[in-house]
């Protein structure tokens, strides 16, 4: 994963795809494991979701919306943000 970003890689970002790794290894079921059930779906029993817990994936960039209270004004809705993966909640959430 590491090899595959195009830019170098701050502190925070080791980490986050440190978690990001761990993350997506227990998110897919192994072969012999009982059932064909995900490691994370075993043990926290939160059935996985690839639709709203894989839509992005580690450093993917993204444009993200901000609420501003004045929108009659030609300041951006959106910023440039890189994901750090999902949080694991059911909302479907993204660390940036």
């Not at 839509?55 to 809705?77: A, S």
Request: proline letters at 4%; aromatic letters at 12%.
């Amino acid at each position: 994963m590491w090899n595959t970003l195009p830019y170098k890689l701050t502190n925070e970002m080791i980490i986050g795809l440190t978690y990001y790794a761990c993350k997506m290894i227990n998110m897919f079921p192994k072969t012999n494991s009982v059932g064909s059930i995900a490691p994370k779906e075993l043990f926290t029993g939160i059935k996985i979701d690839y639709k709203r817990d894989c839509k992005l994936g580690f450093g993917e960039y993204v444009q993200v919306y901000t609420e501003n209270e004045v929108t009659n004004t030609m300041q951006p809705r959106t910023h440039g943000a890189l994901s750090m993966g999902s949080t694991g909640n059911l909302q479907g959430t993204y660390l940036l």
